[in-house]
């Protein structure tokens, strides 16, 4: 099977290819927009003409990583490096022949549940709360129209927390509090959540979360389990020091309750 990878050069993406190159059922290739130094990872901005468009060739499997991948993207990066070269990526693929792409989206689609209680499943209403969430949103979205009305797999898997730091430990170092450690996700285990999502069959279109199994969390594996066979090996239960639990108090007061109760008391002001 010949799976090419986006953004192959990125702190995922190596990992990923490393793991398929390792493996004789897989022929690796990868984009990214800087030079990987390895031969077999070509340098292409996927936002910048379709000179790329070559190296879909006899691919079956595209795992797309490339794009802005910061929360905190502005809405110029996230529509031309999300937006525009996603939606140009799945009609080459399309047009190419490949079979299946395997999407990077993100947590951030629920980003406006963090002080809920919400089940967090794939059927849930998405309330993106910035550029890059509404970014990821628009990606599933044209994905389940290339999977209708063009016959092509995609699976969206909204990744979890894969630290670049602490080596990807777990712990109370993590931003967002309970909500940022109970997302965490494993190296092992978001290695063999992309295997899985590259092998599984039949499967047309399907949006996943994609965690380690911990403890406590509000994201929910079990479709994840049933649609690519998903097992993770990993979890991690949230430790919540004084200083989580005073400063996530904080923003939800400055976030949620304090909006709240202006809206109330002064309607449409």
Known sequence: MHVLITGA????????????????????????????????????????????????ADV???????????PAASWGSAIRNNMDATLDLYHHAAAQGVKRVVLASSNWLHGDKRFT?????SSLAPGPVN?????????????????????LSVICLRIGWTQWTHGNRPGPHMAMGRWGQEMWLSDRD???????????????????????????????????RQVIG????????????????????????LTIWLPNLIERR???W
């Open 9 to 56: 050069g990125g702190h995922l993406g190596r990992k990923l290819f490393d793991l398929l190159d390792a493996d004789t059922d897989f022929d690796v290739t990868g984009l990214d927009i800087r030079d990987a130094g390895h031969p077999r990872i070509f340098v292409a901005d996927l936002a910048d003409g379709d000179a790329w468009v070559r190296h879909l």
């Open 190 to 224: 978001f290695l063999s959540g992309m295997r899985a999502a590259i092998t599984a069959e039949n499967v047309g279109f399907a949006a996943l979360n994609l965690m380690s199994d911990n403890p406590g969390m509000r994201w929910d594996l079990s479709e994840t």
């Open 131 to 151: 550029a890059y969430g509404m970014s990821k949103l628009f990606c599933e979205r044209t994905g389940a129209y290339f999977a209708r009305y063009h016959g």
């Open 230 to 253: 998903y097992t993770p090996k990993d979890g991690s239960l949230a430790r919540l020091t004084p200083g989580i639990v005073v400063t996530s108090w904080i923003k939800k007061t």
């Open 60 to 70: 079956d499997v595209i795992v797309h990583l490339a794009g802005d991948r910061e």
């Open 266 to 268: 002064f309607p449409g």
């Open 117 to 121: 209680r919400d089940r967090l499943t």
